[in-house]
Nanobody, 118 residues
Framework: QVQLVESGGGLVQDGGSLTLSCATS????????MAWCRQAPGKQRELVAFITLTGYTNYADSVKGRFTISRDNAKNTVYLQMNSLKPEDTAVYSC????????????WGQGTQVTVSS
């Protein structure tokens, strides 16, 4: 069983920065593909970024150049550095994980609120 716990959300002004962290339990972190997703009120959940076992990263067009996903396998933690935040980035951000052999993200954290004020 894999448990994911997010931290680092909060209130920030337009143009500000935040770093989210997702601590993962268990001994299989290095074999997991990790991702950050977000869901704003009234909108569908969006895949923001993911990082593979080898460190390959991919981003939604809406955050390219502003957000950076990274992982520390020694700390079983994945991060999302968010710069140049905009009010439209306001959402609940959730950490997700899947085994490399699985097509779906089937481990989820409870989420952390990020609010960007204009």
């Amino acid at each position: 069983q894999v448990q994911l716990v997010e931290s680092g959300g909060g209130l920030v002004q337009d143009g500000g920065s935040l770093t989210l962290s997702c601590a993962t339990s268990g001994s299989i972190f290095s074999s997991l593909v990790m991702a950050w997703c977000r869901q704003a009120p009234g909108k569908q959940r969006e895949l923001v970024a993911f990082i593979t076992l080898t460190g390959y990263t991919n981003y939604a067009d809406s955050v390219k150049g502003r957000f950076t996903i990274s992982r520390d396998n020694a700390k079983n933690t994945v991060y999302l550095q968010m710069n140049s935040l905009k009010p439209e980035d306001t959402a609940v951000y959730s950490c997700a994980a899947r085994r490399s052999t699985s097509p779906n993200f089937n481990y989820w954290g409870q989420g952390t609120q990020v609010t960007v004020s204009s």
